[in-house]
């Protein structure tokens, strides 16, 4: 795989997870380009740019213009992210009591692509356990 920055690495997690959740509405798993820009609120040609980046790392089967799938590697990052993202979502709803909608997603999207499996298995824990 090439190597990336953290912005890009953000980012193709962002789509991933798009991807993944999208894929789970539809029958099949298939994903539009014009699907993916509607989830992440951005414009199509930026969505293109990415899935290019993608399917460079076989995260993704995809030809332009078709619609696309999550490759197994692709699914596997997209179920660790959305875990992530769900673990820290419960943590900040259970245990601080944080309920503000736009907060938690701000909160649990910036996060999720910076804690360890260990932090996250360890929040979990304390989550289940308190």
């Known amino acids: ?22 894929s789970k ?3 099949g798993g298939w994903v539009s380009n014009s699907e993916i820009a509607d989830y992440l609120k951005i414009r199509p ?3 293109t740019g990415m899935l290019y980046k993608l399917k460079k790392n076989n995260l993704i089967f995809w030809k332009p213009r ?4 999550l490759s197994s590697e692709g699914k596997m990052i997209a179920k660790k992210i959305l ?5 820290l979502k419960s943590f900040f709803i259970n245990t601080l009591k944080i309920n503000d909608k736009y ?9 999720e ?18």
């Open 1 to 22: 795989m090439e190597e990336i920055s953290n912005d890009i690495y953000e980012s193709r997690e962002d789509y991933l997870k798009a991807i993944y959740i999208i």
């Open 25 to 27: 509405r539809k029958r």
């Open 45 to 47: 040609p930026s969505v």
């Open 66 to 69: 078709r619609s696309l799938r």
């Open 83 to 87: 875990t992530r993202y769900n673990i």
């Open 103 to 111: 907060l938690l997603n701000k909160l649990c999207c910036g996060i």
């Open 113 to 130: 692509h910076h804690i360890t499996s260990e932090v996250t298995e360890a929040l979990d824990n304390f989550t289940h356990n308190n």
